[in-house]
């Protein structure tokens, strides 16, 4: 969690020494640190599910799911603290109507699911536990979905190579977060195990 606070207020601080605390410096310090809270929130979302479809390689990714977690509602602050100072700078609220309600909600999420991690409070709401893990998370998904998947259309029209590096592989992951969810669920639950390439055991039957 340190390192991720650590590693966004870098961000921020590279990127505001260098371009200046106006509007400009502000926008690209946002843009920039969503990404890299995105990076953790990514991890914690998917990586149990990599590690149901491939195997031991990914066990690492699935056992420190809370932790990315934690860094991902750690890191998103930064991000926060630099759409709250625009606010400021610019003297209206950043964002309006529907895209505003929508960061608030995921913004609600993040820091409810955070909260709920400690202790035994996410333990003491039984059989809603998953259901509200997994409706929190897939709205901070849609959330972050809903810049990055029309950013890489965008791409298709400017056909500008900064602009693929700057949404393309995070819409990606987004696109495919939810598919590596559902195929590690259907994996367990019908045991969909893969086909082994080793020779079969001969029993006494084939004998």
């Known amino acids: 969690m340190i390192g991720a606070l650590g590693g966004g207020l870098a961000i921020a601080v590279a990127v505001l020494a260098g371009y200046g605390t106006g509007p400009d410096g502000l926008r690209l310090g946002i843009f920039l ?3 890299w809270a995105f990076f953790f929130f990514w991890l914690s979302y998917a990586g149990g599910a990599m590690a149901i479809l491939f195997g031991p390689a990914f066990a690492g990714l699935a056992r ?3 932790v990315f977690g934690l860094a991902f509602a750690t890191a998103i602050q930064v991000h926060i ?3 709250i100072w625009l606010g400021v700078v610019i003297g209206q609220i950043p964002l309006q109507g529907g895209v505003l ?3 608030l909600v995921a913004l609600f999420f993040a820091d409810l ?4 991690s400690f202790g035994t409070a996410m333990r003491n709401l039984g059989r809603l536990r998953w259901p509200l893990l ?3 998370t897939t709205y901070i998904l849609y959330a972050f979905g809903t810049d990055f ?3 890489a259309l965008a791409y298709q029209t400017t056909q500008h190579w900064l602009s693929a590096a700057e949404y393309v592989p995070f819409a990606l992951l987004s696109l495919i977060a939810i598919p590596l969810r559902l195929a590690a669920f259907l994996r367990q ?3 969909l195990l893969p086909v082994s390439t080793k020779p079969a055991k001969r029993t006494l039957i084939d004998r």
């Open 33 to 35: 640190t969503a990404r």
């Open 64 to 66: 420190r799911a809370r």
């Open 81 to 83: 603290g630099l759409v």
């Open 101 to 103: 309600w929508l960061f």
């Open 113 to 116: 699911l955070a909260l709920l």
């Open 134 to 136: 997994f409706l929190g």
């Open 149 to 151: 998947v029309p950013g």
């Open 189 to 191: 639950r019908f045991e």
